[in-house]
């Protein structure tokens, strides 16, 4: 038999290592082109790379967020920043999920107004820009609100002006720690109350909530507790000379920024919420009634366990939105990490070190809301057999 | 009647707690609407320029009442929001290329049926409705024409929808109406004075950054895609990298980068203007997400028909070009359509590289002395402007889901 070999120019391996060659070749030749690019411009503006310009003084002032001076390094005035991203995500996101959650379930409702109301808030909010809105609650409402001597006092202590939201700041009071005593007792009995639930349960062969049970004798106990020994305080926020004093102050920019987050991302998350619901059929409600299950066991033994399936990868990807959208707070004027590093940028030179700084930010907190996010859609996702 | 209240009965009242819930409901309309109204329509100032605004305003407020919406600021000011700081003598050039892509899309309607027509039916009707609004004489005849543009080739190619080239002749013309609308825009010497990017703006500049955005990122983002799937593990490796590193990062880094950053890379005699960079970024941006849903068309095609195709003797690029692509394209394209609506929404991001939007041209109205203040009617209208567009493409994008039948096989 003549073993003809396969020409090379034919031979799929070689076709293979060539094309990649190739690839990886063209990648070094514009890589190249660029790092020649920059180190001709770098010479001719003189700016010299490296993250040495960190250590030194800022200059410039941040309002919010830990305590910072302008005598403070640029690395500080960085990490304030990303402090202040941070705390606008996590907010963002507990408070979007909650509004989520009620507009996707007033979506759904029986009744015909909610359902509309519902439905128009989440139509204007995702077909405009999130930009137009954020700059919208700030210039138009949250800076349209009576100064601070005529602020609006809502209910509670609640006071809110064109300096923002001044709210009361609970702090211990001289029995808190009592209060943690009685608290470790309650979380005790609660576990002793979970464990016997349980056990007549599996013994009685039925389904329940021990959960619920647990968390209603150690609410019991930490709400009684709490009624006879006090042990949070409230500082309420009294109207001083030219502002508010104590309590928890917001600013204006904080509140807006958070606002706007919160109402956008929570239109996407209703939609979210409302094709979770939806893709569960309807025969597995019926089935379950006529097993016999109460509406709440129903609700939690066999709806949320198939719709928290379908919802749990959208809802990510609206938290990672939400995570990256707040880089926005340059719109107005909350010094979050990209509005810091534009700042740094500015009075410093060293735009392509920031840059980086600022992707590699993002990156990380984008990486670590998705291991989380995937972590808990392991726990909740279809187990095939 | 019966009919009527049984309605009321079911979808208001049907329990205690829904006749609580339309109460809160009914209350929470009534407190929104009657500011509103007050505020929008009883007592808002509609025409007169902004000393008019400033008077009414005054007047309220030495009167201590409430004042109205200043609803003059938008026809004051409707050529920069449209057209930014456009050369006056040069607009019938955006008219121009108004009016070719209403007549294409006109010639479309007719050639093919469904809902091309509909949508040319629906922006026809559309032009007429503003043209009743108060415009200057020649400003009427210009809108109300987009109507007539879009109905008579509708009707010639209606006759003439059988020739198939017809057909050909239609769809280059789409392939070229990008190209011929920017160098209409930009001019090109000597015949047309250049007119520098710089001086576009408004809701052109934001159309047309959409489009170059989505056009330019188009292909880029099928190949990333079909990277993404590739056997070669460099290429793959690549793909992945880029994708994920793209998606993980805010759009505003990425413009904010290419406006500073990008020039540093270039040689020095290479100048690239603004509004290139942005375009850039939109491109860079925007491929990463057009290759993620390309690649869900690619993983939804079934083994079998690249097995088929293998069986009949195709192999390699041949399979990928012939008979994955077009599958995979076609089940994309209300996907794409989103994306497309998202980057209309993103391009008033562009603040960070100094370009007037419509967003940004109506911000920097704002910080003029005469409109200070009227931050509220001026937001309310863009937010209206997007709206109407977003809402508009994404219900075209829902209905061209179901005639597709993407989701149903």
New interface residues.
């Given amino acids: 038999m003549a073993s003809a070999r396969t020409p090379l120019w034919r031979d799929i391996r070689v076709l293979r290592w060539g094309a990649q060659g190739l690839f990886v070749l063209i990648l070094v030749l514009i890589a190249n082109w660029f790092y020649t690019n920059l180190q001709i411009n770098l010479a001719r503006t003189g700016i010299r790379l490296g993250f040495d310009f960190l250590g030194s003084t800022a200059g410039f002032g941040i309002a919010e967020g830990p305590p910072f001076q302008p005598t403070d390094s640029y690395g500080r005035a960085f990490w304030v920043g990303v402090v202040n991203t941070l705390r606008v995500i996590g907010i963002g996101i507990l408070l979007a999920t909650v509004l989520g959650l009620v507009g996707g379930i007033a979506r759904l409702s029986s009744n015909w107004l909610v359902r509309q109301i519902a439905s128009v808030y989440i139509e204007t909010i995702r077909n405009t820009p999130l930009v137009v809105q954020l700059f919208f609650w700030y210039t138009a409402v949250f800076l349209k609100l009576p100064r601070v001597a005529e602020s609006i006092e809502l209910p509670g202590g609640i006071y809110l002006s064109q300096r923002g939201l001044a709210l009361p700041r609970p702090y211990p009071a001289e029995s808190f720690t009592l209060w943690g005593i009685v608290l470790i007792v309650g979380a005790v009995c609660a576990l002793g109350v979970y464990l016997w639930r349980r056990l007549s349960l599996a013994r009685a062969q039925r389904v329940g909530s021990p959960g619920l049970w647990a968390l209603g004798v150690f609410t019991t106990i930490a709400a009684l507790g709490g009624g006879v020994l006090r042990p949070i305080a409230w500082e309420v926020p009294v109207l001083g000379t030219f502002n508010f004093e104590g309590g928890w102050q917001l600013s204006p920019e904080f509140a807006a920024l958070l606002f706007g987050l919160v109402v956008y991302t929570g239109a996407f998350i209703a939609e979210v919420v409302r094709a979770g619901i939806l893709s569960v059929p309807k025969g597995q409600t019926e089935a379950a009634r006529a097993l016999g299950l109460p509406p709440i066991l129903v609700l939690r033994l066999v709806v949320l366990p198939q719709a928290l399936r379908v919802i749990v990868p959208p809802l990510t990807s609206q938290y990672l939105n939400l995570a990256k959208n707040s880089s926005l707070a340059v719109a107005v004027g909350y010094p979050d990490l990209f509005n810091v590093a534009n700042t740094i940028i500015n009075q410093s030179g060293h735009a392509l070190e920031m840059i980086l700084l600022i992707m590699v930010s993002y990156l990380s907190i984008s990486l670590m809301t998705s291991a989380f996010m995937n972590w808990y859609n392991r726990r909740v996702r279809l187990v095939e057999r | 009647m019966r009919k009527i209240s049984r309605w009321v009965r079911e979808?208001?009242f049907?329990s205690w707690y829904?006749t609580l819930?339309?109460a809160a409901?009914?209350w929470?309309?009534w407190v929104v609407f009657s500011g509103l109204f007050q505020w929008a329509v009883r007592d808002a100032v509609w025409s007169g320029g902004s000393a008019a605004c400033q008077q009414a305003r005054q007047l309220a407020q030495s009167e201590g009442r409430p004042w109205g919406a200043c609803w003059a600021i938008i026809p004051a000011n409707i050529k920069l929001l449209m057209a930014g700081t456009y050369p006056p003598g040069e607009l019938w050039r955006l008219w121009v290329s108004v009016y070719l892509a209403a007549l294409l899309l006109g010639a479309s309607a007719g050639v093919w049926k469904g809902l091309l027509r509909e949508t040319a039916i629906a922006i026809g009707a559309g032009a007429v409705v503003l043209a009743l609004l108060p415009w200057s004489t020649a400003e009427r005849l210009w809108i109300g024409g987009i109507a007539l543009a879009l109905f008579v080739p509708m009707a010639i190619f209606w006759k003439a929808r059988l020739f198939r080239a017809i057909r050909w002749a239609v769809g280059v013309g789409w392939l070229l109406l990008p190209v011929i609308v920017l160098v209409l825009i930009s001019g090109f010497s000597p015949w047309l004075p250049r007119v520098e990017t710089t001086q576009w703006g408004g809701l052109m500049l934001t159309v047309i950054l959409a489009v170059v955005g989505i056009v330019a990122s188009f292909p880029l983002g099928v190949l990333l895609a079909l990277g993404r799937q590739s056997?070669?593990?460099?290429?793959r490796w690549?793909s992945i990298l880029y994708i994920e590193?793209v998606?993980?990062?805010?759009?505003?880094?990425v413009i904010?980068?290419a406006s500073?950053?990008l020039?540093?890379?270039?040689?020095?005699n290479l100048r690239i203007d603004q509004a290139l960079r942005a375009m850039v970024a939109f491109t860079l941006f925007t491929a990463a997400y057009i290759a993620e849903n390309v690649r869900g068309g690619l993983q939804a095609i079934p083994r079998g028909q690249i097995e088929a195709a293998r069986a009949l003797g195709l192999h390699g690029w041949l399979i990928t070009l012939f008979i994955v692509l077009p599958q995979a394209l076609r089940a994309v394209i209300p996907a794409n359509v989103g994306q497309f609506i998202s980057l209309f929404?993103?391009t008033?991001?562009v603040?960070?590289a100094a370009l007037l939007d419509l967003?940004n041209m109506g911000?920097s109205i704002?910080a003029n002395p005469d409109w200070l203040g009227f931050?509220?009617e001026m937001?309310?209208f863009?937010?209206f402007v997007?709206?109407i567009c977003?809402?508009s493409m994404?219900h075209l994008s829902h209905r061209l889901e179901r005639i597709l039948g993407v989701g149903e096989r």
């Fill in positions: 979808n208001l049907s829904n819930l339309t409901s009914l929470l309309l056997e070669l593990p460099l290429i690549f590193v998606r993980g990062v805010p759009l505003v880094t904010f980068m500073l950053v020039p540093l890379f270039l040689p020095g929404k993103d008033s991001l603040f960070v967003f911000r704002l931050d509220g937001l309310l863009i937010a997007y709206f977003t809402y994404a």
